[in-house]
C-alpha cells in the first residue's frame, strides 16, 4: 500500500468532522482536495472508507480500521516530533491541549505566562465540556487535559494541581441571598439553572442531590457558565458555578454565593492522560508549569487587577 501522511491526516479530518466541508475548513483546504486524497486512499486501500446516506457521510467497516490505525500513525509522528525536538534539548514545537470550559478561567492566563518564558512553543488550546474531553481523552488526542470530575472507569494518569471551587450562586436581591444554613431540600424548590448534559458541574450537583436522594428538574439548562451567570444575574434562578468563573461578578456585587449547607464544595483540577503515554519534552516542561507554579501565577495576576 501506498499511503501519504497527508492522505491519512485528511481522512482523520473527514472521519472526527464526519463532513468532507468541515475538513477542508479546519485544514485550510478546498473541499475537492480533500475527496481526491480520499479517494486515492480508497484506491489504495481497495475499499470504500465512506458510504453517503441521507446526504450524510458513515464510515464503512474498512474506514474505522483505517481511522484506528490513522490515529497510531498520526499520534507516533507528534510523539517522535517531540522526541526530537527533546534529543535536541528545547523546548519548543506543538502543545496540544483541551480542557472542560470551566477551566477558560484560569488556563489562558497560565499558557500565556508559559509562552512568555517558552516562546517557541506552538500552544493548540481547546475548550470543550467534559463530555467530549473524555472522547478526546479516550483517543489520545491532546497531550493531556484538565478536568475536574475523573472518569473512574479509564486507566489515567492524573495531576492533581490548583483548588475548584464550586458554590451556589444568586443575584444579590435573591430572597435565599441573606439566609444562613439553606439545606439542600430548600435548594431544589428553587428555580435551578443548570449546565447541559455532559457538562462537568453538571455531574457533581446531580450526584451530590442523588446521594441525598434528592432530584431536580432544571429550570432552566445553558450551555456554558457566561450563559448562566447571565440569566443568574438577570433573577432567573439560581446555580452551581466554580467560583474561578465569578471574580469580576462578585467583587461588582453583581453576583453573592449563596450560604448552603456542605457549600461550598472544595475539588481539584486535574492534568490528565493515557497511564503510559510519553509526554513530549513541551508537554512534561507545561505540566510540570502548572503543577509548581499555577497558585502563585494566579494570586500575581489577581492581585493586579
Ligand atoms: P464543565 O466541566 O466545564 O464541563 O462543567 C467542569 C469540571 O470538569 O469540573
Not at 39 to 67: D, H
Not at 118 to 125: A, C, F, S
Not at 248 to 254: I, M, N, V, Y
Request: hydrophobic letters at 40%; one cysteine or more; aromatic letters at 6%.
Amino acid at each position: 500500500m501506498h499511503l501519504t501522511l497527508q492522505q491519512l491526516k485528511l481522512f482523520e479530518s473527514v472521519y472526527r468532522n464526519g463532513s468532507f466541508t468541515l475538513a477542508a475548513k479546519e485544514l485550510h483546504l478546498t473541499q475537492p482536495a480533500v475527496s481526491i486524497q480520499v479517494k486515492r486512499l480508497e484506491e489504495q486501500v481497495g475499499l470504500p472508507l465512506f458510504e453517503l446516506m441521507s446526504k450524510k457521510i458513515f464510515p464503512t467497516s474498512a474506514g474505522k480500521e483505517v481511522y484506528k490505525a490513522c490515529q497510531d500513525i498520526l499520534g507516533r509522528v507528534a510523539e517522535l516530533k517531540g522526541t526530537v525536538e527533546a534529543m535536541k534539548g528545547e523546548v519548543r514545537g506543538p502543545l496540544t491541549l483541551s480542557v472542560v470550559t470551566t477551566a477558560k478561567y484560569f488556563m489562558p492566563t497560565l499558557l500565556g505566562h508559559f509562552l512568555q518564558e517558552y516562546p517557541d512553543v506552538e500552544p493548540k488550546l481547546q475548550f470543550t465540556n467534559r463530555a467530549r474531553l473524555v472522547e478526546r481523552l479516550a483517543n489520545n488526542e491532546d497531550d493531556f487535559v484538565v478536568m475536574g470530575q475523573i472518569p473512574d472507569d479509564m486507566n489515567l494518569e492524573t495531576h492533581p494541581f490548583l483548588e475548584n471551587i464550586l458554590g451556589v450562586v444568586a443575584a444579590p436581591d435573591h430572597p435565599l441571598a441573606k439566609k444562613k444554613q439553606i439545606s439542600l431540600r430548600e435548594l431544589v424548590n428553587e428555580r435551578l439553572i443548570e449546565r447541559e448534559q455532559g457538562s462537568g458541574t453538571r455531574l457533581v450537583l446531580d450526584r451530590l442531590l442523588e446521594k441525598n436522594g434528592l432530584k431536580v428538574e432544571p429550570y432552566m439548562e445553558l450551555g456554558s457558565s457566561e450563559a448562566i451567570k447571565q440569566a443568574v444575574m438577570a433573577g432567573l434562578g439560581i446555580a452551581l458555578l466554580s467560583l474561578h468563573s465569578l471574580r469580576l461578578e462578585q467583587a461588582a456585587g453583581k453576583l453573592v454565593v449563596l450560604d448552603v449547607v456542605g457549600f461550598p464544595l472544595v475539588r481539584r483540577w486535574y492534568a490528565v492522560h493515557l497511564k503510559g503515554k510519553r509526554l513530549s519534552l513541551v508537554a512534561s516542561t507545561f505540566l510540570d508549569y502548572i503543577l509548581n507554579e499555577s497558585g502563585q501565577v494566579l494570586s500575581t495576576e489577581r492581585d493586579a487587577t
